[in-house]
């Protein structure tokens, strides 16, 4: 099987520099001999021959079979070749995402494949997010035209914010402690809190009776959000890619994981003429198919701050309003975007309450600026008056990654102070998360675990977790043993988890 | 006719007729005024208006769904304007009618059912009044008005309404409606052969001289059944008289060169004359400062005088001045001496506890007439007052037809704005730290808050009412009856408002020189209230909070009505910033009280109320065992937040009550606790409200009752809001505590991540017990038996974990809590539990060891 796989494409792999694959497709279409191109809905790289996405997605589609008839309800997740991860990713009911990774002699190049999966888990959200579910798609028209052409610059343009210089960087162990599908919080004091939550109620009624939900980040933190937390998450990871102060201003520097490297390699990666679709490029067609426009929500540098304070692009064609939809109530909603200084408050205005588009649009506008600029004011002042900057979440001796997984929230110390560990510390990391990783996907259940580990340069890599809250940390500190490690988790935990890993 | 027509006819615009009524004399002198009348009173009816229909809409939403607004409404809005009167007493009902629902909704959609079906005759009065409001006078559009009144007689339910109104204003002398009352009996002075009558301001006396007898009553506390003490006086004229202030002596004022002391004791008699011809005496007046006893007036200027027990007055200072005449009243300690031509030069003098301050000379402010004559001022155009603790002088300007106000400070005299006036003969009431501006001419009195910037009068002018007894019974009938028996009695039938002998006293008595009585000015402040909220625009909610939130008089009832209005903002879906803005005022004002110290909890009041408190009556102290069963009652009830325990609440004898501050407890209990019920449905909202409220407590640095906190997860869990939930708990929005954490629990039957907040929130508090018992009915026995061993935790029942561990079927585990409970409770393994368990684990599995 391995040596099938290796003989399959990898050659093609090799001739570019190119050492991801990542493709999409139906199994519940071309099932007929000959028909076996319309099970593809992506492809990536996109200039492979068809036979070789067949051969890949053909072997995908065959361990799937196969693992599910041992395990019918999570079939495969990972099939690790000798030169090769396949991270497997079932997005919808028979629709699968496969990502194919290179291991190579690199060291940056180990993967958690946990991470990997988030990853298409990701993609996949935001892409449902803007346009709905891709078995909608397909049924809306059913030759699959429509959903290439939505699928294919889509997950491009996800792509396009990986690619440094000409090279696309994967999530490695270096992002160890960082949890991707997660929410970064501001904490906030409750005075804080208490404005906070009088601006939310605000932003409630900017529409009238129709109730509006609203998320408002301060930098490229979530400070509050009347969303479920799926859809909570789904929107912060728009909003931190596209829409805070940071990703408008495209250039200044970002700690968040979801935007890449440092500045320099991100303003020469744009102005790279190798971006994998450049945004002057023309759109494609599907199959001929006479589509329309298909739009490209995760385009770059497409946002700017409008005069009234309000994010315009024009993504969605000339003054018109992004609408998305949210998850848990399956509407479909406007997106309205304010912005003043560092915070960034995104409105949800439901379709419901826009019946003359635009001018209520910009009925709902004016309502914002009218009622909420005064508490905006004041927010914003009581949030960069307390805000510590991106040091804030910093504990000396620590280097943590705490994930709440009830409310898909996480915190971690900020990621110049991670560059600081030593490299087997995070590999050892690495290796603990996966070993969690497997231990919890063995087991449903939430359960209570603690693992601490040695790396190879004395340091000692831990994880505890206890009913749906996770802590990973490193501690460098050779000299320690691991009853002082464990005193030093204890006393972090009771410091600043409330006590919620305290245990005996 | 029965009485409520009668109030109908008599309801007719008083104001406009009396201020119209003065126009001519106005000419040339005030433009703005006719055109500002009719615009606040344009403003102040489509306000009532759409106070009405909200209360309509909201109580009775389908009455216009099925009908959509009635034809003409909205001119009816925009052109009636005096149809305020008659709605002003449907307003009344509702008031009336506030604490019973049921009630209130069926006299909104009786009005609601009024307005559909008599819009004709609405509209056509509002045209008339509209068409006609530059020539008012008395019963303008008569017949109009009677068309309209006669539509709404004949509409169903009218009468049941029209007998609220009446009922509203029980013992209503005059039967119209009013904010400001003289209340019957007034005190009499049925001294035979009485030659004066006088007031002593500094003790508050009520003086009546006979040819040798002196009789006076005391005034404050006002009682009109106080009999008055007697004194002998030798024969002689009496220009003014006056008690010392430890009326140890009386200070009789013979001629204009003469004074005479008199000791009430020793009966002594000192004669005080001044130099004949040369100069005059023009009054007198008792002082306690540390530097005088008495301060003689002369043209000359100002003599004061110390004065021993012997009655041997010494002059110790003399102030140069010349002086036409002054003004003294002992509240302000200020004596104002007039000088000049136009006597308009003032220099002001405090004689206080203090010392003797100078105030700088000033002018008042006189307009120019048109002819070259320069006006005098008199000494009864210049009115000292007293409001919120300041000192206020307010001078007619007669040309202008306006009445100046001054504000005094230790050393400078600002002139603060003037308040247009409307009759030529005025004078000054102040109530409750409320200007009452008698225009007397125009019988009708304009109330003023001098507290705000603003120089708009509280509420439009309306007559001054006759009341008959204080606390007559509920049916109108037999208060008209009692009125009746009364007036034939005391022939108060007689009584002419504003009659030329009417004597107004600082601050709020009124003196009638012909009837020998005297009344006392009493405001309603229901009415003024209702007034209020009818002129207010809905933003002004805010104001007439901050109005009420200021009255000291009838404090309970302002703060009644204060949570009356909360409550109803919040029913009528105000926008949420409206709300905040009066929760912000209720807030400010209660953490305001308590750091001054005037705020009293209920609880605090039985205390008090055992207690006789200085000056109580034998009336208070009688009321006293009912009054704390009251309060029981009040306090048992108290969670279910009903209307009925506000009223309880409301029955407290007001003089409990010193501030109308409304604690956050006070306003969960009687606001948000009762509105929860009716708005669960738009918890959302209510969400929104408490938490403002939450903000407005943080920032005044309170506390706040827990059971806010467990109503927000409710109202959140309600709406299945579960992400805010977490946000509230997490950012200590809500504030950890007990029964919040089983609140959360509670809730979280819907959602674990709620529940699970419930459960770290008991083991940040190290509830142990609590936190042990829910993660054992989560399942988590393990970990809670882990946890209870590490805490020490015995308390929670040994059979909970064994019984979890039995029916998760792993013997393991009930074996290893055997094991654990052993170690943890001294003597388990005698308990019959222990030999149970320990029976079923030897049954079914010997090969797990103990």
């Known amino acids: 099987c391995y040596e099938l796989l290796e003989a399959m494409g990898m050659a093609s792999m090799s001739c570019g520099s190119e050492s991801l694959r990542l493709c999409v497709f139906d199994l519940r279409r071309g099932q007929n001999e000959g028909q076996e191109l319309d099970k593809i809905l992506f492809f990536y790289p996109p200039d492979l021959t068809f036979s070789t996405q067949l051969s890949v997605i053909g072997l995908s589609e065959g361990l799937i079979t196969f693992t599910r008839l041992f395990s019918p309800e999570a079939a495969c997740e990972v099939i690790e070749a000798e030169r090769h991860s396949h991270v497997f990713f079932e997005a919808e009911p028979d629709i699968w995402m496969v990502m194919i990774v290179e291991k190579n002699k690199e060291i940056e190049a180990i993967w958690r494949v946990d991470a990997l999966r988030r990853m298409l888990k990701e993609v996949h959200s935001l892409f449902v997010m803007f346009h709905g579910s891709i078995r909608a798609l397909l049924e809306k028209e059913p030759a699959g035209g429509l959903i290439r052409s939505h699928l294919h610059p889509f997950i491009t343009d996800y792509l396009n914010d990986l690619s440094v210089g000409k090279k696309l960087q994967l999530p490695s162990f270096r992002e160890t402690l960082k949890e991707r599908g997660t929410v970064q919080m501001l904490t906030l004091a409750r005075d804080a809190a208490l404005e906070v939550q009088s601006l939310v109620g605000v932003l409630d009624s900017c529409a009238g009776t129709v109730r509006c939900h609203s998320l408002i980040l301060f930098h490229d933190l979530l400070v509050s959000t009347t969303l479920s937390p799926d859809d909570t998450v789904d929107l912060f990871t728009f909003s931190v890619m596209r829409l805070t102060t940071n990703a408008v201003s495209s250039g200044t520097s970002s700690w968040s994981y979801l935007r890449k490297g440092s500045s320099l390699s991100q303003i020469s990666s744009r102005s790279n003429s190798g971006q994998l679709l450049g945004s002057s490029d023309p759109l494609p067609s599907g199959n001929g198919n006479d589509v329309g426009r298909v739009i490209r929500p995760l385009q770059q540098d497409k946002w700017s701050k409008g005069k009234d304070g309000f994010l315009v692009t024009d993504i969605w064609g000339k003054d018109a309003t992004p609408r998305i939809y949210l998850q848990q109530t399956q509407e479909r909603v406007y997106l309205l975007t304010y912005q003043h200084k560092s915070l960034t408050l995104v409105l949800l205005v439901p379709s419901a309450a826009i019946v003359n588009g635009e001018l209520d649009i910009s009925f709902v506008k004016h309502q914002v ?26 504990v000396s001796g620590y280097r943590y990654l705490l994930v709440d997984n009830d409310m898909e929230v996480s915190r971690a110390s900020p990621p110049g102070k991670v560059a600081t560990l030593a490299k087997e510390s995070l590999l050892a990391l690495s290796k603990l998360r996966e070993t969690v990783d497997s231990e919890k996907s063995r087991t449903k259940q939430e359960r209570e675990m603690e693992i601490c580990i040695r790396a190879k340069n004395n340091a000692w890599a831990i994880a505890r977790l206890t009913r749906g809250k996770e802590l990973y940390m490193a501690l460098e500190k050779a000299s320690e043993t691991l009853l002082d490690a464990t005193d030093s988790v204890q006393s972090f935990s009771n410091r600043y988890c409330s006590g919620a890993f305290s245990m005996d | 006719m029965s009485p409520i027509s009668e109030s109908y006819s008599h309801v007719s615009i008083p104001f406009i007729v009396s201020s119209h009524g003065d126009r001519s004399s106005l000419k040339n002198t005030n433009h703005q005024f006719p055109e500002e009348t009719s615009r606040g009173l344009f403003a102040s009816n489509s306000k009532l208006l759409r106070f009405c229909l909200n209360l309509t809409l909201r109580s009775n939403p389908s009455l216009f769904l099925d009908s959509s607004p009635p034809s003409g409404f909205s001119q009816f809005i925009g052109e009636s304007a005096n149809i305020y009167f008659i709605h002003s007493n449907f307003a009344f009902s509702f008031s009336n009618a506030a604490g019973m629902k049921e009630k209130k909704s069926a006299t909104a959609s009786t009005l609601g059912r009024i307005l559909a079906t008599c819009s004709k005759q609405a509209k056509d009065y509002g045209s008339c009044v509209a068409s006609k409001v530059h020539e008012v006078e008395r019963d303008i559009c008569l017949k109009e008005f009677l068309a309209l009144k006669n539509c709404m007689q004949h509409t169903r339910h009218l009468s049941a309404l029209l007998n609220m109104i009446s009922s509203s204003q029980s013992s209503v002398g005059s039967g119209a409606l009013s904010h400001v009352y003289i209340q019957n009996p007034p005190l009499r002075c049925n001294i035979p052969e009485s030659r004066g009558l006088f007031y002593d301001d500094a003790n508050r006396l009520l003086i009546c001289t006979t040819s040798s007898q002196i009789f006076s009553w005391q005034t404050a506390p006002f009682n009109p059944d106080v009999s008055p003490s ?67 007036v002369k043209t000359s200027g100002m003599d004061l005088f110390a004065c021993d027990s012997m009655l041997n007055l010494r002059l110790v200072e003399t102030k140069k001045v010349n002086v036409n005449w002054y003004i003294y009243t002992h509240e302000t300690r200020l004596v104002l001496l007039a000088s000049g031509l136009q006597c308009k030069t003032i220099t002001g003098f405090q004689l206080s506890t203090a010392g003797v301050v100078r105030l700088p000379r000033f002018e008042m402010t ?47 005299v600002v002139q603060q704005g003037s308040l247009p006036i409307y009759s030529s003969k005025l004078s000054v009431s102040v109530v409750d730290n409320l200007l009452l501006v008698h225009q007397i001419d125009a019988k009708v009195v304009i109330i003023y808050d001098l507290f705000v910037d603003s120089r708009a009068p509280v509420s439009a002018p309306l007559p001054l009412l006759w009341r008959g007894n204080q606390g007559s019974g509920t049916s109108s009938e037999a208060a008209i009856k009692e009125n009746e028996s009364s007036e034939s009695s005391t022939s108060n039938g007689n009584i002419v408002m504003y009659e030329d002998a009417w004597t107004f006293l600082v601050p709020d008595l009124i003196l009638d020189q012909t009837n020998k009585v005297l009344w006392r000015v009493h405001l309603d402040l229901e009415a003024s209230w209702l007034l209020l909220a009818i002129s207010a625009s809905s933003s002004d909610r805010t104001s007439l909070l901050e109005f009420l939130q200021r009255r000291k008089l009838e404090a309970n009832k302002a703060k009644q009505l204060c949570l009356g209005i909360a409550k109803d903002i919040i029913l009528e879906r ?112 209510l969400v929104a409200i408490i938490t403002e409220f939450l903000r407005s407590i943080s920032a005044e640095k309170l506390k706040v009752d827990l059971n806010v906190y467990v109503m927000t997860i409710r109202l959140l869990a309600y709406s299945k809001r579960f992400a805010e939930l977490s946000l509230f708990t997490t950012n200590k929005i809500i504030e950890p505590s007990k029964e919040v954490a089983l609140q959360l629990l509670e809730s979280g039957r819907q959602n674990l991540r709620v529940r699970k907040l419930g459960l770290d929130m008991l083991r940040q508090l190290s509830l142990h017990h609590d936190y042990i018992s829910s993660l054992v009915q989560d399942g988590y026995y393990l970990e809670a038996l882990r946890y209870a061993q590490k805490h020490k935790v015995t308390s929670v029942r040994s059979s909970l974990f064994l019984e979890a561990a039995f029916a998760s079927n792993d013997l393991q585990h009930l074996a290893a809590i055997l094991r654990v409970l052993s170690e943890l409770i001294p003597g388990f393994k005698e308990t019959s539990e222990y030999f149970t368990f320990y029976g079923l684990l030897s049954e079914t599995g010997s090969s797990v060891a103990l």
């Open chain 2, 574 to 685: 105000r926008p949420a910033t409206q709300v905040t803005q009066a929760i912000d005022v209720l807030v400010t004002a209660y953490s305001y009280s308590v750091k001054a110290g005037t705020f009293k909890e209920i609880k605090n009041e039985q205390t008090t109320a055992a207690t006789p408190a200085v000056g109580a009556s034998p009336d208070n102290e009688r009321h006293v065992p009912s009054e704390s069963s009251i309060d029981e009652e009040v306090e048992m009830n108290l969670p279910s937040g009903s209307e009925v325990n506000m009223f309880c609440a409301d029955e407290q004898p007001e003089s409990q009550l010193s501030s109308p501050a409304i604690s956050p407890d006070e306003l969960y209990k009687f606001v948000f606790a009762s509105v929860e019920e009716l708005m669960v449905e738009e918890s959302e909202y």
């Open chain 2, 366 to 412: 006189m307009a120019k007439p048109e002819s070259n004559s320069k006006p005098i001022l008199s000494s009864g155009d210049v009115h000292l007052v007293t409001v919120y603790g300041r000192i206020y002088c307010l001078q007619v300007d007669r040309e202008a037809m306006l009445l100046h106000s001054y504000r005094f400070y230790r050393d400078a």
């Open chain 1, 369 to 394: 600026i009218e009622n909420a600029s005064a508490k905006i004011l004041k927010v914003e002042e009581k949030l960069s008056k307390g805000w510590g900057g991106e040091n804030a979440y910093h």
């Open chain 2, 230 to 296: 007697v004194d002998s006086i030798s024969e002689g004229p009496i220009l003014s008289i006056r008690f010392s202030l430890d009326k140890k002596a009386i200070a009789v004022q013979r001629s204009d060169c003469e004074i005479q002391l008199f000791h009430r004791e020793t009966k002594q008699i000192l004669s005080h004359k001044c130099k004949a011809g040369s100069e005059s005496i023009l009054g007198f007046f008792w002082s306690d400062s540390p530097l005088c006893d008495l301060a003689i």
